[in-house]
Each structure stands twice: as C-alpha cells, then as structure tokens.
Nanobody, 125 residues
Framework: QLQLVESGGGLVQPGGSLRLSCTSS????????IGWFRQAPGKERAFVAA?????????PVANSVRGRFTISRDNAKNTVYLQMDKLTPEDTAVYYC?????????????????WGEGTQVTVSA
C-alpha cells in the first residue's frame, strides 16, 4: 500500500515560488507514475502535472501552469517535487499528489489509486 505525504505548502506573494514535495513513508515511488492535482474552493480537482516511473520518461503538464511549474523526482530521496514559480492568486488551492499503479502518467484523476492528504497553497499579497 502506497502512503503518500505532501509537504511544502504555505502562503506566498504573487510572483513568488514554492516547492512541494511528495514522498512515501514505506514503498518506493520508483515504479509508480506520480501526479499532482489541485482543488480550489468550489471547483473540481484539476490535473497539474505528472511524471512517469523511472523506466520511462515523460512529464505532462497542464496548459495553465506550463512554463511556470516543473515536476521532477529524486529517486535517492524517494521524493517527487513540484517546483512552482511565478505564482498567481489563481494558483491558490489544496495540492494533492497521487500514485498510479503503472509507469505512464495520466491527467485523469480517476486512474490514480493512491492519494495524499493534500497541502494548502495560498497566493496572496
């Protein structure tokens, strides 16, 4: 059972940066595709970015964050990161990481089997 834990959220001013982390307390993340999703108040959960398992490559990113957000993984630390730059108030949401039991990622949240509890990101002056 993959148990995911997010960290790194907080309050940041517009134009600022945050780096979110997603790690597993037990099982390695190596063979899972990992996705980041976000949910703003009153809105549905939305795809942000995802990364393949270690034996393939690919990092699909949502159009709304392309060029500002970067997903990466550090296999030695068993962690997947979401680097968020040039943040705007529209990026305010709870951010979730999710694991999919195959190497190829998907923007469809229903295809992910494991979810963290989420971390709040607030972008405000």
């Amino acid at each position: 059972q993959l148990q995911l834990v997010e960290s790194g959220g907080g309050l940041v001013q517009p134009g600022g940066s945050l780096r979110l982390s997603c790690t597993s307390s037990g099982e390695t993340l190596d063979y899972y595709a990992i996705g980041w999703f976000r949910q703003a108040p009153g809105k549905e959960r939305a795809f942000v970015a995802a990364i393949t398992g270690i034996f393939t490559s690919g990092t699909p990113v949502a159009n709304s964050v392309r060029g500002r957000f970067t997903i990466s993984r550090d296999n030695a630390k068993n962690t997947v990161y979401l680097q968020m730059d040039k943040l705007t108030p529209e990026d305010t949401a709870v951010y979730y990481c999710a694991g999919r039991g195959e190497s190829w990622p998907s923007p469809d949240s229903s295809t992910y089997d494991y979810w963290g509890e989420g971390t709040q990101v607030t972008v405000s002056a």
